[in-house]
């Protein structure tokens, strides 16, 4: 999408065109608290600010918010994600392949997001200790696959991630842990 295309969009966030995806979620946040029923902003207008004009508003934040999310997605997988060259190696050696979405390059993601793991803790309601052990991969300290694939989501779209592709990644090395670690039958 070009940057004229998106402009409308930083707009309604009220952002300017280079703003970070930190910046993109934290606008989104706060403008969605204005509009909400709850917020004491938009209560004393009463009928001069009518529940159909502040839905409106609600879902074109929402929409730029996703455009603007799935827009820096798409940049940051033109630029972070070029493919790297491959080491030459023997044929006797094991050819390691290091997966796109390991807990490693999930927190290279974030930093480089500028998105602190306090931002996520309180967005996603997880404790900042599991959200350490997820991008640390200590499978030990993490909770039955069940819920982190759940918690692999949430995390992933945060970041304007797959959430599927990073669920299914992080997953396929948390069985393999699994079955590695798990005492030897009788």
Same mark, same amino acid.
């Given at each position: 999408m070009a940057k004229d295309e998106l402009k409308k969009y930083f707009d309604i966030l009220e952002l300017p065109a280079d703003?970070? +995806?930190?910046?993109?979620?934290?606008?989104? +946040?706060? +403008?969605?608290?204005?509009?909400?029923?709850?917020?004491?902003?938009?209560?004393? +207008?009463g009928e001069e600010f009518s529940e159909k004009r502040r839905k409106k508003i609600l879902e074109d934040v929402e929409a730029a918010y996703v455009k603007l999310i799935a827009a820096k997605k798409d940049e940051s997988s033109r630029t972070a994600f070029l493919p790297v060259e491959e080491p030459e190696f023997t044929p006797d050696q094991e050819r390691i392949v290091d997966p796109a979405y390991s807990g490693p390059s999930l927190r290279k993601i974030r930093e480089k997001a500028g998105i602190e793991l306090s931002e996520i803790s309180k967005e996603l309601k997880l404790r900042v200790d599991l959200l350490k052990s997820l991008e640390a991969e200590k499978f030990e300290a993490l909770p039955e696959a069940i819920y982190l694939k759940v918690h692999l989501k949430n995390y992933a779209a945060m970041l304007g991630l797959d959430p599927i592709r990073v669920a299914e990644e992080y997953l396929r090395r948390h069985k393999a842990w699994k079955e590695n670690s798990a005492p030897p039958e009788k």
């Open positions: 703003a970070s +995806l930190r910046e993109i979620h934290k606008s989104f +946040l706060r +403008l969605k608290k204005i509009y909400s029923n709850e917020s004491i902003a938009v209560t004393p +207008l």
